[in-house]
């Protein structure tokens, strides 16, 4: 059994990576994609994007980190690719999957479903030109409007010499609307000869058990689910293991959140970025913890670093005394 981390665009960045692989349960990430035009990008790009980079592709808890390229001109992917090895990078990951309109509009990610052809065009250069032992993968959905060309796009990124494959179960019409069709996942599984992990709301342990059964996979990817349920992955290893599944209490997520915010202050202080994503983060995880919601409100119109850090603080410290509560 395998977990990796999504590389989900605007919300798993470099902060995000570490801080999830630090709480544990992942055998890999995947940075969020870069996005591969006209250019050839410089080294200083590519630690701006995959940080890790620089670190032996791993994150400060070890985990390895997969740099993922988005294009379709094969050619200035593979010139990128070979610079992003040049700079350190040992492993490829190749996005056919992106929804976003604006990246689609410029022939990249899930766009390139309804061209299997090209896909496989793709594919072939950069296994061709690449170094044997990089490693080259690939992540698409199972269409655009439909799923009527899943089955051919799977086998032109495998007979193009990718040596494994993730599966998100929806089209790209259908976004990240449930269901995802994880019995597609299996039909793919079926009809290629390279590794596929599957991938599509999986928020919960029982979800990762569903997902396998039906999908037969041994390898899950973990998106939303991961960001939400940030221990979600190390329940899945405990349950793996064997071992008692124990989940988060609040305080113990309290102390994750105030190390977030002290991680994106390290990256970029003086800006609007270490608020910003704060407040994306709790949005999301306000849908599991009700304790999160009464955070986000509390930070919701603040705007300079130093006011939420001394709420996050206090907030930290009423966690902690709930739990001491909890135990007399």
């Known amino acids: 059994m395998r977990l990796i981390l ?74 990128n690719a070979l610079e992003a090895v040049r700079f350190g990078a040992d492993k490829i990951d190749l996005n056919f999957g992106c929804p976003a309109p604006t990246v689609n509009k410029h022939k990249g990610g899930a766009v390139l479903l309804k061209e299997p052809e090209l896909i496989f065009h793709i594919v072939k250069t950069l296994r061709n030109r690449l170094p044997e032992h990089i490693p080259l993968t690939g992540k698409m959905r199972l269409g655009f409007e439909d799923k009527s060309r899943a ?3 799977a086998a032109a990124i495998a007979e193009g010499g990718a040596c494994g494959l993730t599966v998100h179960a929806r089209t790209k019409v259908e976004g990240y609307e449930p269901p995802a069709h994880w019995e597609w996942v299996r039909k793919i599984r ?6 596929v992990t599957a991938n599509g709301d999986v928020f919960t342990l029982q979800d990762y058990l569903d997902i396998r059964a039906v999908s037969g996979c041994d390898s899950v990817m973990l998106g939303r689910g991961a ?27 309290a102390g994750w ?3 977030f ?10 800006n609007k970025y270490p608020v910003a994503r704060l407040k994306q983060w709790l949005g999301m995880m306000k849908k599991a ?33 709930e739990r001491e509560k909890g135990r007399v």
């Open 289 to 321: 913890y009700p304790q999160a919601q009464t955070l986000f409100e509390r930070v919701r119109t603040l705007k300079e670093a130093d006011e939420v850090a001394g709420v996050l603080q206090r907030f930290e410290a009423e966690q902690l005394a």
């Open 6 to 79: 999504a590389p989900m665009q605007g919300l798993c960045d470099d902060v995000m990576r570490d801080l999830l692989t630090r709480i544990g349960g992942y055998d890999e990430c995947v940075s969020e994609f870069v996005r591969i035009t006209h250019t050839v990008h410089s080294r200083q790009t590519w630690l701006k994007h995959v940080p890790e980079i620089a670190q032996g592709n791993r994150t400060f808890a070890g985990t390895p980190c997969t740099v993922q390229l988005l294009g379709s001109d094969a050619d200035n992917m593979a010139v």
């Open 227 to 253: 960001v939400i349920r940030p221990d979600l992955a190390r329940q899945i290893k405990q349950y793996g293991r064997g071992e008692a599944v124990n989940e988060a209490d609040f305080a113990e997520i």
């Open 257 to 259: 959140i105030r190390l």
């Open 151 to 153: 089955l051919e796009c």
């Open 190 to 195: 079926d009809a290629v000869a390279i590794p």
């Open 261 to 270: 915010f002290d991680l994106c202050l390290a990256k970029e202080a003086g």
